[in-house]
Protein backbone atom coordinates (compact mmCIF):
# COMPACT_ATOMS: atom_id res chain seq x y z
CA UNK A 1 0.00 0.00 0.00
CA UNK A 2 1.42 3.16 -0.92
CA UNK A 3 1.84 5.92 2.06
CA UNK A 4 0.32 8.99 1.72
CA UNK A 5 2.67 11.87 1.90
CA UNK A 6 2.20 14.55 4.77
CA UNK A 7 4.13 17.77 5.27
CA UNK A 8 3.45 18.15 8.84
CA UNK A 9 2.23 15.78 11.06
CA UNK A 10 1.05 16.65 14.98
CA UNK A 11 0.65 14.07 17.76
CA UNK A 12 -0.36 14.92 20.99
CA UNK A 13 -1.78 13.59 24.21
CA UNK A 14 -1.28 10.07 23.09
CA UNK A 15 -1.21 8.71 26.85
CA UNK A 16 0.99 5.86 26.43
CA UNK A 17 0.73 3.87 29.48
CA UNK A 18 -2.52 3.98 30.58
CA UNK A 19 -5.24 2.05 29.80
CA UNK A 20 -6.63 4.67 28.00
CA UNK A 21 -4.58 4.95 25.44
CA UNK A 22 -5.46 4.01 21.89
CA UNK A 23 -2.10 2.77 20.79
CA UNK A 24 -3.29 0.16 18.45
CA UNK A 25 -5.58 2.58 16.43
CA UNK A 26 -2.57 5.19 16.41
CA UNK A 27 -0.16 2.60 14.75
CA UNK A 28 -2.38 1.62 12.13
CA UNK A 29 -2.87 5.23 11.12
CA UNK A 30 1.13 5.84 11.55
CA UNK A 31 1.19 3.24 8.95
CA UNK A 32 -0.77 4.16 6.20
CA UNK A 33 0.89 7.97 6.48
CA UNK A 34 4.87 8.76 5.27
CA UNK A 35 5.32 12.64 6.84
CA UNK A 36 8.56 14.64 6.43
CA UNK A 37 8.27 16.37 9.95
CA UNK A 38 7.03 14.88 13.14
CA UNK A 39 5.27 17.18 16.15
CA UNK A 40 5.07 15.62 19.32
CA UNK A 41 2.61 18.38 20.87
CA UNK A 42 3.09 16.82 24.67
CA UNK A 43 2.10 14.01 26.85
CA UNK A 44 2.89 11.77 24.63
CA UNK A 45 4.09 9.31 27.35
CA UNK A 46 2.26 9.61 30.92
CA UNK A 47 4.55 9.88 33.41
CA UNK A 48 1.81 10.78 35.97
CA UNK A 49 -0.14 7.59 35.81
CA UNK A 50 2.96 5.26 34.15
CA UNK A 51 2.56 1.78 35.91
CA UNK A 52 5.64 -0.61 34.87
CA UNK A 53 2.64 -3.58 35.11
CA UNK A 54 0.92 -2.13 32.22
CA UNK A 55 2.94 -1.58 29.17
CA UNK A 56 1.31 -3.14 26.25
CA UNK A 57 3.09 -3.99 22.90
CA UNK A 58 1.35 -2.05 21.13
CA UNK A 59 2.71 1.17 23.52
CA UNK A 60 6.22 -0.33 22.76
CA UNK A 61 4.96 -0.67 19.19
CA UNK A 62 4.33 3.36 18.82
CA UNK A 63 7.98 3.87 20.27
CA UNK A 64 9.52 1.74 17.92
CA UNK A 65 7.74 3.54 15.06
CA UNK A 66 8.60 6.72 16.30
CA UNK A 67 12.67 6.57 16.54
CA UNK A 68 12.09 4.31 13.22
CA UNK A 69 11.71 8.25 11.80
CA UNK A 70 15.20 9.21 13.37
CA UNK A 71 16.27 6.56 10.37
CA UNK A 72 14.26 8.19 7.48
CA UNK A 73 15.95 11.56 7.68
CA UNK A 74 12.51 13.19 9.10
CA UNK A 75 12.31 15.85 11.77
CA UNK A 76 10.99 15.20 15.07
CA UNK A 77 10.46 17.75 17.87
CA UNK A 78 9.31 16.43 21.33
CA UNK A 79 7.56 19.52 23.21
CA UNK A 80 6.98 18.91 26.58
CA UNK A 81 3.66 18.25 28.58
CA UNK A 82 2.59 18.19 31.98
CA UNK A 83 2.12 14.47 32.27
CA UNK A 84 5.71 14.17 30.74
CA UNK A 85 7.41 16.61 32.58
CA UNK A 86 9.98 14.87 33.61
CA UNK A 87 11.63 15.50 30.34
CA UNK A 88 12.04 18.89 30.51
CA UNK A 89 15.01 18.66 32.66
CA UNK A 90 16.60 17.85 29.02
CA UNK A 91 15.36 20.57 26.76
CA UNK A 92 17.69 21.25 24.13
CA UNK A 93 18.70 17.20 24.14
CA UNK A 94 19.36 16.25 20.43
CA UNK A 95 20.01 12.87 19.19
CA UNK A 96 20.17 12.69 15.04
CA UNK A 97 16.58 13.99 13.81
CA UNK A 98 14.95 14.51 17.17
CA UNK A 99 15.31 17.19 19.76
CA UNK A 100 13.46 18.12 23.26
CA UNK A 101 12.05 21.36 23.69
CA UNK A 102 9.09 23.46 25.60
CA UNK A 103 8.07 25.26 22.18
CA UNK A 104 8.38 25.45 18.47
CA UNK A 105 8.36 27.70 15.88
CA UNK A 106 8.66 27.07 12.12
CA UNK A 107 8.33 28.79 9.18
CA UNK A 108 5.56 27.10 6.47
CA UNK A 109 5.84 28.25 3.48
CA UNK A 110 6.09 32.13 4.66
CA UNK A 111 4.12 31.86 8.02
CA UNK A 112 5.07 31.68 11.20
CA UNK A 113 3.40 28.45 13.29
CA UNK A 114 4.07 28.51 16.80
CA UNK A 115 3.72 24.75 18.56
CA UNK A 116 3.53 24.48 22.58
CA UNK A 117 1.97 22.41 24.52
CA UNK A 118 -0.85 24.55 26.77
CA UNK A 119 -0.59 22.99 30.28
CA UNK A 120 1.44 26.40 31.07
CA UNK A 121 -2.10 28.35 30.67
CA UNK A 122 -3.62 25.85 33.70
CA UNK A 123 -4.39 27.29 36.85
CA UNK A 124 -4.77 23.99 38.22
CA UNK A 125 -1.49 22.81 36.97
CA UNK A 126 0.64 26.52 38.37
CA UNK A 127 -1.02 26.10 41.63
CA UNK A 128 -2.30 22.54 42.66
CA UNK A 129 -0.84 19.66 40.64
CA UNK A 130 -1.68 17.18 43.10
CA UNK A 131 -5.38 18.33 42.43
CA UNK A 132 -4.67 17.51 38.95
CA UNK A 133 -2.66 14.44 39.25
CA UNK A 134 -5.77 13.03 41.03
CA UNK A 135 -8.35 14.21 38.50
CA UNK A 136 -5.92 12.86 36.18
CA UNK A 137 -6.47 8.80 37.99
CA UNK A 138 -10.15 9.37 37.92
CA UNK A 139 -10.21 10.79 33.88
CA UNK A 140 -8.30 7.23 33.62
CA UNK A 141 -11.01 5.29 35.28
CA UNK A 142 -13.69 7.15 33.48
CA UNK A 143 -12.38 6.25 30.40
CA UNK A 144 -11.67 2.44 31.44
CA UNK A 145 -15.25 2.16 32.24
CA UNK A 146 -16.35 4.10 29.23
CA UNK A 147 -14.19 1.52 26.83
CA UNK A 148 -15.85 -1.39 28.66
CA UNK A 149 -19.18 0.61 28.34
CA UNK A 150 -18.23 0.66 24.43
CA UNK A 151 -17.53 -2.83 23.92
CA UNK A 152 -20.94 -4.05 25.27
CA UNK A 153 -22.74 -1.66 23.41
CA UNK A 154 -21.20 -3.05 20.11
CA UNK A 155 -21.89 -6.32 20.80
CA UNK A 156 -25.13 -5.00 20.42
CA UNK A 157 -25.17 -3.27 17.88
CA UNK A 158 -25.19 -0.24 19.26
CA UNK A 159 -22.92 2.91 18.83
CA UNK A 160 -20.17 4.37 20.75
CA UNK A 161 -20.62 7.12 23.43
CA UNK A 162 -18.09 9.16 25.29
CA UNK A 163 -18.55 9.86 28.54
CA UNK A 164 -15.76 12.03 29.10
CA UNK A 165 -16.70 14.07 26.21
CA UNK A 166 -20.67 14.25 27.11
CA UNK A 167 -19.29 15.27 30.54
CA UNK A 168 -17.77 18.31 29.32
CA UNK A 169 -19.71 19.40 26.92
CA UNK A 170 -22.35 19.50 29.92
CA UNK A 171 -20.62 21.21 32.41
CA UNK A 172 -20.73 24.87 31.22
CA UNK A 173 -17.62 25.98 33.52
CA UNK A 174 -15.48 23.36 31.21
CA UNK A 175 -16.79 24.96 28.14
CA UNK A 176 -15.33 27.83 29.50
CA UNK A 177 -12.50 26.57 30.27
CA UNK A 178 -11.69 25.93 27.01
CA UNK A 179 -12.86 28.52 25.80
CA UNK A 180 -10.38 30.65 27.68
CA UNK A 181 -7.98 28.69 26.92
CA UNK A 182 -8.50 29.14 23.11
CA UNK A 183 -8.44 32.60 23.36
CA UNK A 184 -5.76 33.40 25.90
CA UNK A 185 -3.53 31.05 23.43
CA UNK A 186 -4.74 33.18 20.51
CA UNK A 187 -4.19 36.40 22.28
CA UNK A 188 -0.24 35.88 22.63
CA UNK A 189 0.14 34.69 19.42
CA UNK A 190 -1.70 37.51 18.08
CA UNK A 191 0.75 39.77 19.98
CA UNK A 192 4.24 37.66 18.61
CA UNK A 193 2.59 38.34 15.15
CA UNK A 194 2.11 34.08 14.69
CA UNK A 195 -0.01 33.25 11.82
CA UNK A 196 -0.63 29.58 13.71
CA UNK A 197 -0.74 28.20 17.48
CA UNK A 198 -1.24 25.00 17.61
CA UNK A 199 -1.54 23.31 21.04
CA UNK A 200 -2.71 20.31 22.50
CA UNK A 201 -3.71 19.92 26.32
CA UNK A 202 -7.21 20.07 26.57
CA UNK A 203 -8.63 17.03 24.40
CA UNK A 204 -10.49 19.51 22.02
CA UNK A 205 -9.51 19.00 18.16
CA UNK A 206 -10.15 22.24 16.54
CA UNK A 207 -8.91 24.38 13.85
CA UNK A 208 -10.56 27.97 13.44
CA UNK A 209 -9.52 31.31 13.22
CA UNK A 210 -9.57 33.93 16.61
CA UNK A 211 -9.84 37.24 16.34
CA UNK A 212 -9.30 40.42 18.91
CA UNK A 213 -8.78 43.99 18.82
CA UNK A 214 -5.29 44.17 17.40
CA UNK A 215 -6.12 41.34 14.67
CA UNK A 216 -6.44 37.33 14.01
CA UNK A 217 -4.47 34.13 14.13
CA UNK A 218 -5.31 30.44 12.92
CA UNK A 219 -5.89 28.48 16.17
CA UNK A 220 -5.64 24.71 15.95
CA UNK A 221 -5.50 21.56 18.22
CA UNK A 222 -4.25 18.02 17.52
CA UNK A 223 -7.13 16.84 19.75
CA UNK A 224 -5.95 13.22 21.57
CA UNK A 225 -5.84 9.60 21.23
CA UNK A 226 -7.62 8.60 24.65
CA UNK A 227 -11.43 10.05 23.38
CA UNK A 228 -11.09 11.62 19.67
CA UNK A 229 -8.28 9.98 17.91
CA UNK A 230 -7.27 12.76 15.66
CA UNK A 231 -4.19 14.46 14.97
CA UNK A 232 -3.28 18.08 12.90
CA UNK A 233 -1.82 17.20 9.32
CA UNK A 234 -0.62 20.16 7.45
CA UNK A 235 0.06 19.76 3.56
CA UNK A 236 0.19 22.38 0.25
CA UNK A 237 -0.63 24.77 2.54
CA UNK A 238 -3.12 23.93 4.63
CA UNK A 239 -3.92 22.54 7.69
CA UNK A 240 -6.72 19.70 8.44
CA UNK A 241 -7.57 17.64 11.19
CA UNK A 242 -7.52 13.43 10.78
CA UNK A 243 -9.82 11.30 12.65
CA UNK A 244 -9.31 8.08 13.02
CA UNK A 245 -13.47 7.27 13.04
CA UNK A 246 -13.61 8.40 8.96
CA UNK A 247 -10.53 6.82 7.92
CA UNK A 248 -11.99 3.69 6.34
CA UNK A 249 -8.73 2.32 5.31
CA UNK A 250 -7.00 2.45 9.12
CA UNK A 251 -10.63 1.41 10.10
CA UNK A 252 -10.70 -1.84 7.57
CA UNK A 253 -7.27 -2.31 8.61
CA UNK A 254 -7.86 -2.11 12.14
CA UNK A 255 -11.32 -4.64 12.56
CA UNK A 256 -9.11 -7.41 10.54
CA UNK A 257 -6.70 -6.95 13.46
CA UNK A 258 -9.48 -6.88 16.40
CA UNK A 259 -7.50 -9.74 17.76
CA UNK A 260 -5.30 -7.60 19.07
CA UNK A 261 -7.40 -6.60 22.01
CA UNK A 262 -6.14 -10.18 23.76
CA UNK A 263 -2.16 -8.64 23.19
CA UNK A 264 0.09 -9.50 26.11
CA UNK A 265 1.35 -7.20 28.98
CA UNK A 266 4.97 -6.95 28.90
CA UNK A 267 6.62 -6.70 32.34
CA UNK A 268 10.02 -5.79 33.30
CA UNK A 269 11.49 -9.50 31.98
CA UNK A 270 9.92 -9.63 28.88
CA UNK A 271 11.06 -5.97 28.17
CA UNK A 272 14.35 -6.98 29.04
CA UNK A 273 14.68 -10.46 26.63
CA UNK A 274 13.18 -8.86 24.01
CA UNK A 275 16.08 -5.80 24.05
CA UNK A 276 18.59 -8.65 24.37
CA UNK A 277 17.06 -10.27 21.28
CA UNK A 278 17.22 -6.31 19.52
CA UNK A 279 21.24 -6.34 20.27
CA UNK A 280 21.36 -10.18 19.30
CA UNK A 281 22.52 -10.84 22.94
CA UNK A 282 22.25 -14.26 24.66
CA UNK A 283 22.23 -16.25 27.90
CA UNK A 284 24.36 -18.99 28.56
CA UNK A 285 22.12 -21.86 29.34
CA UNK A 286 24.82 -23.14 31.59
CA UNK A 287 25.90 -19.96 34.09
CA UNK A 288 22.92 -17.71 32.62
CA UNK A 289 26.24 -15.33 31.17
CA UNK A 290 26.24 -13.56 28.28
Given at each position: ?187 IAIDNQYDYVVCG ?90
Amino acid sequence: MKKREVEVLVLSDIHLGTYGCHAQELLFYLRTIKPKIVILNGDIIDMWQFNKRYWPESHMKIIKHITGYLTKDVDVYYITGNHDEMLRKFVGFQMGSLKIVNKLVLNLDGKKAWFFHGDVFDVTMKHSKWVAKLGGKGYDLLIVLNRLVNHLSEKIGQGKISFSKRIKNGVKSAVKFINDFEQVAADIAIDNQYDYVVCGHIHHPEIKTISNNEGSVKYLNSGDWVENLTALEYSDGEWSIYKFSEDQIANETFKMKRNWEEEPKLNSTILFENLMKEFNLQKSPDNGQF
